[in-house]
């Protein structure tokens, strides 16, 4: 089987699992088509390379980086959806004893549900060029990407845009990070966008591989995505 039946499967498991609730939500809630996130892995070329996906959701995206050559999966998931953990690791079973012949094909995949950002009320001011709240305290969660993560996908489309921001700053930080894949949405309209933020934080090595147009399962509304290389 090539990449995309293996990710095709990869959807039919997840959605057994969890009595076909997996995409069937709209927007941010729901997840890309199986043809629109292999269009994205096969861009990224996640064979071999410890793959991220930031806003993992029931985990479907972590599944098919693994199945598609990802040596490692690695997400990070709000803590009110801890219970989505019981699809994962159902279907990552399912999948590893009836559809690959992968080597501790589950072990390769960690889920942590955390919120790399929390925000207070109080009397603080927060300045980027995007972000001029002055209402709030905000706390990182999350300080750093795991060592050796090389690509990050994030459907961030929903998220706060503080949050959206410090996904950046952890992008800008990580030294072995060079491939990340983003959504266009009401805060980020341009690629340029994403690119001056980054160099806000000093980083200005990164540039737009390709676009993507993206399909979303069940709702079968259009997104952009863009993949950014680092040189």
């Known amino acids: 089987m090539n990449g995309l039946e293996y990710t095709k499967r990869v959807f039919r498991t997840f959605n057994r699992v969890s009595d076909g609730a997996h995409g069937n939500t709209r ?27 930031i806003g993992f959701g029931t985990g479907v995206v972590l599944a098919a980086a693994l199945t598609s050559g990802a040596s ?15 699809i994962f690791h159902a279907a990552m079973r399912r999948i590893s004893n009836e559809l690959v012949n992968i080597p501790n094909f589950s072990r390769r995949a ?18 980027t060029n995007r972000l001029y709240a002055s209402l709030f305290f905000l706390q990182w969660q999350v300080h750093s990407l795991p060592e050796g993560t090389e690509a990050i996908f994030t459907f961030w489309n929903g998220m706060e845009l503080q949050t959206q921001i410090h996904i950046l700053e952890l992008c800008s930080s990580s030294k072995s990070l060079d491939s990340l894949v983003v959504f266009r949405d009401q805060d980020w309209r341009r ?23 993206t399909s979303m399962h ?3 509304e259009r997104k952009t995505a863009w993949v950014f290389f680092r040189y």
């Open 72 to 86: 490692k999966a690695h997400g990070f998931e709000l803590p009110e959806n801890q219970a989505n953990q019981h």
């Open 218 to 220: 069940g709702s079968g």
């Open 27 to 53: 927007g941010f809630h729901g997840s890309l088509t199986a043809l629109s996130l292999q269009k994205v892995l096969d861009a990224v070329d996640v064979y071999g390379r410890n793959f991220m996906d």
């Open 110 to 127: 960690l889920v942590e549900f955390k919120d790399i950002v929390q925000v207070w009320l109080g009397n603080a001011s927060v300045c």
């Open 191 to 213: 690629p340029a966008d994403i690119l001056e933020q980054l160099e806000e934080f000093g980083d200005s090595s990164w540039s737009l591989h390709c676009t993507i147009k």
